[in-house]
Nanobody, 122 residues
Framework: QVTLKESGGGLVQAGDSLRLSCAASIDRFALKTVAWFRQPPGKEREFVAAFSWRDDIDYADSVKGRFTISRDNAKNTVYLQMNSVKPEDTAVYYC????????????????WGQGTQVTVSS
């Protein structure tokens, strides 16, 4: 059984910071990579960031240098620290997990949370 629950979304202004959390109820050893995706209004879901349990970390070019993915093993929680947010970061943000290494395509992920809305005003 895998359950992922996102939190931390909200309405912020351009230039602000926001931290999203993804609380996971999973068998860590069955799954290799955890990621954040987002779906802007009227667009397809897109990759944001991911890390694997062998410490590979990947970011989309659009967020590199502004967003940081991290984890707290004791809390079984993954975070997405979002700094210097822009209006184009407005989207529903999802966390997801897969048994694959370094996956960056939504179709490669097996388990998803319900999403949390982030809205950035200009």
């Amino acid at each position: 059984q895998v359950t992922l629950k996102e939190s931390g979304g909200g309405l912020v202004q351009a230039g602000d910071s926001l931290r999203l959390s993804c609380a996971a109820s999973i068998d860590r050893f069955a799954l290799k990579t955890v990621a954040w995706f987002r779906q802007p209004p009227g667009k397809e879901r897109e990759f944001v960031a991911a890390f694997s349990w062998r410490d590979d970390i990947d970011y989309a070019d659009s967020v590199k240098g502004r967003f940081t993915i991290s984890r707290d093993n004791a809390k079984n929680t993954v975070y997405l620290q979002m700094n210097s947010v822009k209006p184009e970061d407005t989207a529903v943000y999802y966390c997801a997990t897969t048994a694959r290494w370094r996956a960056s395509v939504a179709a490669q992920y097996d388990y998803w949370g319900q999403g949390t809305q982030v809205t950035v005003s200009s």
